[in-house]
């Protein structure tokens, strides 16, 4: 059973964001869709091969900690290993640098085999990736000489040190603390929790990028810096010398993605804890949003391509069980038929679909705009297509971890009985992608972060841009009438959001933040819905062209008939969110403590 279609993967690749366009650029000039094809099977083949078959297993047998070291089942282990060696690690990076130059966008295509093969495994490479792309763009030439080389190589693994035990997600409150001594480095003290990756066995070393604040510094999030916080300090080789002062306190035990260590740290425990600078003081939380704003599309990535596995595993079940009949038959000698017949199994497949490939999709598009603002040489096509992403960053994080979660609910519905014990995979799926709406900031506040912030910044050229391009496709619709339906459909969609933002831009200005930002998940919901429309209309207009041009007919009809399914299901529920939003409902707001 295949863990992704490569063919939806090639039809959002080639035939919807044309991506052997980006072989006209320099960048990528020595590629072609040969060379992207080939890392795309190198990756179905590593993820299969070395990742897939210890899914449930690192499920099962999670690690432990014999009170001295990190226990993993060595098949993780040999996973990185194979990863690193593949190239995939690296693929993002230039040539001179050891990378294979891939496009952002073909890489994450890679990268969604791994996470769907086995999501736990694949986290420890996603981290390592992001974490060593921080230290590339802020870190000293001393830094980057000694430890990229060693992440890159998989010798060392990254982390991301933010969440303490008493803060959780409002960093503004963290305790921990960076003292500066005479030998150039800072002595870290604190504690951080769930922090994944933070103590394993499987690369010689570990790179904490710790958030902390030195003293004197500003209060709140002015005043947070950011530290590189090895667990061995190492020689001039790059190997490991002396154990930092950097102890793990705990493992957690979580309900899904149980194969990645999850972690309680203490740094600095007898006062030696070595941390290094990173970039300007109190410049920490800038620093740290490249990584966070990386891990968040890779979050809504890996959210989707779990739920895709999800529906792969349900769909395929739909087919081979017998059970039942259609309601118009009454002859209970007759053969039951495959439950992929009966009508209501078709609507939550549908809802699988429409949700799993519009999320890789959304996902997929975002790698894209990365890749249209890197070989872009206009700073002004580059700004307002920066903005586009830094607008759709919230709704790539969130809509795939509502969603793709929703999705594995509804594969465990179909197998029935069957899907919720462990000798079928979909539970496991649901657990491991649970975890996706949690990851790198809940729902409520990727929510405040797109009303509060992303919608207005630039005047609002993100929302602008969103606009234009959103034009483009219903240019393109309008050569079908078939889809007339839907373009009407999204236009409609678009004058409610912007009624809907003029109305919220009133309720911030005039009544404030506090009941502005109130209902701010479901403006998350109204947004996440349009664009994903939108990216649905988009892949019915490649699939009407595809129609044109191929024989495979009936999986173009499968993206029509998901377009159709998104636009009459799903998209009229913005109606009841764009309400709620310009009546400033107070219902959740006014709710008193004692009253629950």
Known sequence: MP????????????????????????????????????????????AEKYFAPHNHLADE?????????????????????????????????????????????????????????????????????????????????ELKGTYLPLMRTGRAAGTM???????????????????????????????????????????????????????????????????????????????????????????????????????????????????????????????????????RVGV??????????????????ARERPQGRHPSNKDPDSKPIP???????????????????????????????????????????????????????????????????????????ILGGAGYIREYPVEQLYRDNRLNPIHEGTHGIQAMDLLGRKLWQSDGLGLQTLMGEIQVTLQQAAEYPELTEFSEQLQSALQRVQTTTQALGGQLQQQGPDIGLANASAFLSLSGHVVVAWLWLWQASAAKKGLQNSNNEAFYRGKLHACRYFFRWELPKIQHWSNLLQNADDTCRTMHNDYF
């Not at 690749?13 to 869709?33: A, G, V």
């Not at 809504?300 to 079940?317: F, H, P």
Request: glycine residues 8%; contains cysteine.
């Open 3 to 46: 863990l992704l279609s490569r063919q939806d993967l090639d039809f959002c690749l080639y035939e919807m964001l044309d991506t052997d366009s980006l072989l006209q650029t320099p960048r990528y000039s020595d590629h072609s869709r040969d060379t992207f094809n080939q890392t795309l099977n190198t990756a179905e083949q590593v």
């Open 339 to 413: 439950i992929i017949e009966h009508a209501d199994v078709k609507r939550m497949l549908l809802a699988q679909k429409s949700y799993t490939e519009g999320a890789i999709a959304l996902c997929l598009y975002a790698n894209h705009l990365i890749d249209r603002i890197e070989t872009s040489t206009d700073k002004e096509t580059r700004k307002p297509l920066q903005e586009l992403l830094d607008l759709l960053t919230p709704i790539v994080k969130s809509w795939p971890s509502e969603f793709g979660p929703k999705a594995n609910s509804l594969a465990i519905q």
């Open 161 to 295: 040190a933010l969440t303490e035990p008493d803060t959780g997600s409002s960093l503004a409150d963290i305790k921990t603390h960076a003292t500066p001594t005479n030998d150039g480095h800072y002595l870290i003290k604190g504690n951080k929790m769930y922090i994944s990756g933070g103590d394993q066995d499987i690369t010689d070393n570990i790179v904490h990028l710790v958030l902390a604040k030195i003293k004197g510094a500003p209060a709140g999030v002015k005043g947070i810096s950011l530290f590189l916080v090895p667990k061995w300090l190492v020689d001039d080789n790059g190997d490991p010398a002396t154990r930092n002062d950097v102890k793990l306190a705990g493992l957690l035990h979580k309900m899904g993605y149980r194969g990645t260590t999850s972690t309680v740290l203490n740094f600095g425990e007898q006062g030696k804890c070595v941390g290094y600078l990173i970039g300007e003081p109190h410049q920490g939380l800038k620093y740290m949003f490249m990584m966070m704003n990386e891990a």
């Open 61 to 141: 047998k999670e690690p432990w900690f014999d009170g001295e070291q990190v226990h993993t089942i060595p098949e993780v282990k040999e996973a990185f290993r194979h990863y690193v060696n593949s190239g995939l690690l690296t693929a993002r990076l230039e040539f001179d640098e050891g990378g294979m130059q891939l496009p952002h966008v073909v890489a994450a295509a890679c990268s969604g085999y791994a996470t769907a093969a086995n999501a736990s495994s694949a986290a420890y490479p996603f981290l390592t990736t992001a974490a060593s792309n921080l230290i590339h763009h802020f870190a000293s030439e």
């Open 300 to 317: 809504g990535l890996g959210a989707a391509v779990i739920g895709y596995r999800g529906y792969v595993e349900s769909l395929a079940y």
